[in-house]
């Protein structure tokens, strides 16, 4: 809400935990290429085709008909996702979202730990494919504008009070 009252972009705050995965981020997109023999393209925000303010920022596009999302959690929550394949439920409704950003049918989800080498190399990175979910992204698309017709409303509020 502040930025849209400012009409400035907020500096966000990165934990040890975020910058931890922006540094590791491009090594991870790296490898998941060469191991798909795909080009991994990067590509930003994208608006949501029927959402006004909303929108999605894939980690890459992959192809036609893909997207890839990379994490790069600490070793032992990688270890779990490796052994189980678990993916925690915000980071489906996040890659549902950007398949609705961006009209893509897949998204493959990658945990990636650069820690894992020699005889445990093969363990650096699990990779596991979601597919487009019709009924899961018409639940996030209408809490999405459940929330920004809140926000709407909430500055409505602020603006009719600074009057």
């Known amino acids: 809400m502040t930025e849209r009252l400012t009409e400035e972009i907020s500096q966000s705050y990165l934990t040890p935990a975020m910058q931890w995965g922006i ?3 491009e090594d991870a997109l790296k490898e998941y290429a060469i191991i798909y023999d795909t080009e991994v393209i990067k590509c ?3 608006q949501h085709p029927t959402i006004e303010m909303a929108g999605a920022s894939p980690d890459g596009l992959i192809g036609e ?3 890839v999302e990379v994490k790069c959690p600490h070793s032992t929550k990688h270890l779990r996702f490796y052994m189980d394949g678990t993916i925690k439920p915000e980071y489906k409704a996040q890659m549902q979202f950007q398949m609705a950003c961006t009209g893509r049918q897949w998204c493959d989800f990658v ?3 650069p820690h894992f080498v020699g005889r445990s190399l093969r363990l650096r990175m699990k990779i596991k494919r979601i597919h487009r ?7 996030i698309n209408q809490a999405v504008e459940i ?4 926000i ?3 500055m409505k509020q602020i603006l009719t009070q600074a009057a």
């Open 23 to 25: 540094e590791h981020e």
């Open 44 to 46: 930003g925000f994208i």
């Open 65 to 67: 008909e893909g997207l």
């Open 111 to 113: 945990s990636y730990d």
């Open 133 to 139: 979910d019709e009924k899961q992204i018409e639940q």
């Open 147 to 150: 929330f920004l017709e809140e």
């Open 152 to 154: 709407e409303q909430e």
